[in-house]
């Protein structure tokens, strides 16, 4: 099934043969979680631009949210994260992979270095399980490496501008779903 590409949506149609059985598949063909999560995610968004029509809402493009807000909402999921773990002690709910984007968005936004020792952190599971995470997503292309020019040793890492652009994107429809949702549960608490 080819990716949704931005500002398109998939039809009906392509998710009609789509069942466990092939989501199974796809999960046991050998792909890295990386490339299912975004195929999964594509799907998502598919049906979300889906349901949205069929509620007479236009598909909106990220470009109608401000940079500056989708990259303050993706920092605020980043310390929520952290806050669950004050909340919820001893609930182990770790995405090391969903950390790391968040920490790389930001990080780009800001146009800050960040060094794989600082990954590891953002990461908040052990440092070899961040490594693993950061070289596989590095293989995947959403994430990239680059040499740190003082010292050869070291390097940074940065999100792929491909990467970038869909948590913008990702952000900026999460600002409008809640605040449909919040419209939403104002009217009822209106009427």
């Known amino acids: 099934m080819p990716a949704a ?7 009906h149609a392509d ?40 509620v007479g809402q236009p598909q909106a493009s990220s470009a109608d949210v401000a940079e500056a807000d989708c990259i303050a909402f993706l920092e605020g999921q980043f310390r929520i994260r952290r806050l669950r773990v004050r909340h919820l002690p001893g609930l182990s709910l770790g995405e090391p992979a969903w950390d790391i984007l968040l920490d790389l968005a930001v990080a780009h936004y800001w146009r800050r270095e960040t060094s794989v020792t600082s990954l590891c ?36 890492l940065g999100i792929s501008p491909e990467s970038y652009q869909a948590m913008l994107a990702l952000a900026a429809d999460a600002l409008r779903t809640g605040d449909r949702v919040r419209a939403r549960y104002q009217r009822s608490a209106a009427a």
């Open 15 to 54: 998710f009609t043969g789509l069942d466990l059985a092939a989501l199974q598949a796809l999960a046991g063909s050998g792909e890295p979680s990386a490339a299912i999560a975004r195929q999964v995610a594509d799907m998502a968004q598919g049906l979300a631009a889906l349901a949205d029509k069929l």
């Open 5 to 11: 590409t931005s500002g398109h949506y998939r039809s």
């Open 121 to 156: 952190i953002a990461a908040d599971v052990p440092s070899t399980t961040a490594l693993r995470w950061i070289n596989g997503m590095t293989k995947e292309g959403l994430i990239v490496r680059r040499p740190c020019q003082r010292d050869g040793r070291r390097s940074f």
